[in-house]
């Protein structure tokens, strides 16, 4: 397995489950992170690991929860959502220099995403 | 909030360069520009980014003003798997890329 891979591609799921998506990479980076995209909106950040630790959390709802467990893994568990929940969610990783400069800085790879469909 | 402004759509002829510009007027100083794009349903996928500099990869060059207030990623010769939705970026903060709404290229036989 190379770069980013997102399971399960595809979750329809109904509104008093509990599911997980789980993301993980193979490029040796540090940093992970959550997107979603919702029809016809541009990507929106949810939530930044870096080095395990969480640096970002953009005003999602409770009802996403990001795991970090290593910096190879990454969860974002769901529960009680609502249909406007169903989108595309995107994992992305990237090397996280010390500084703006250099090729690795904030070059995100991304997965292929997981299709969620909230009934 | 996104940071930079690009043409909603555009049409480019396989086998032509596809030029796609993009604005950035209130850019800092040490702020890089980059461009991703995104193939339907699929995540996004990096192609390039500059800071100052011309620069080219295999996938394409980027043009930078020298004001730096505007962009053209070039793609020398389209084909049409590069049909998707061009991303021009500035980073908002240390961890946020702000993705605005791109450019839909069509690349047409």
């Known amino acids: 397995e190379t770069g980013v891979t997102q399971t399960p591609r595809h979750l329809v799921m109904g509104m008093t489950n509990k599911k997980s998506l789980k993301c993980e990479q193979h490029l040796g980076h540090n940093a992970m992170y959550w997107y979603k995209q919702s029809a016809k909106k541009p990507l929106e950040l949810m939530f930044v690991?870096?080095?395990?630790?969480?640096?970002e959390n953009n005003s999602v709802p409770s009802r996403f929860s990001p795991e970090c467990p290593n910096s190879s893994h990454l969860f974002l568990h769901l529960h009680t959502l609502q249909p406007e929940d169903s989108a595309l969610y995107l994992c992305a990783s990237s090397q996280d220099g010390r500084s703006d400069r250099g090729l690795g800085a904030n070059v995100l790879t991304f997965g292929a995403g997981s299709r969620l469909t909230v009934l | 909030d996104a940071k930079t402004t690009q043409p909603p759509s555009m049409d480019c002829a396989e086998g032509r360069a596809a030029n796609l510009p993009c604005n950035h007027s209130?850019?800092?100083?040490?702020?890089?520009v980059y461009w991703y794009r995104q193939i339907h349903s699929q995540g996004p996928q990096y192609i390039i980014h500059?800071?100052?500099n011309n620069e080219t990869n295999e996938m394409a060059s980027l043009i930078i003003t020298e004001d730096r207030k505007s962009s053209t990623l070039i793609l020398p010769h389209a084909t049409l798997r590069d049909t998707a939705v061009y991303y021009c970026i500035v980073r908002v903060r240390r961890y946020k890329l702000s993705f605005g709404a791109g450019t839909t290229v069509t690349v047409r036989a």
């Open positions: 209130t850019i800092s100083g040490n702020e890089y």
């Open positions: 690991y870096s080095l395990e630790e969480r640096v």
């Open positions: 500059g800071l100052k």
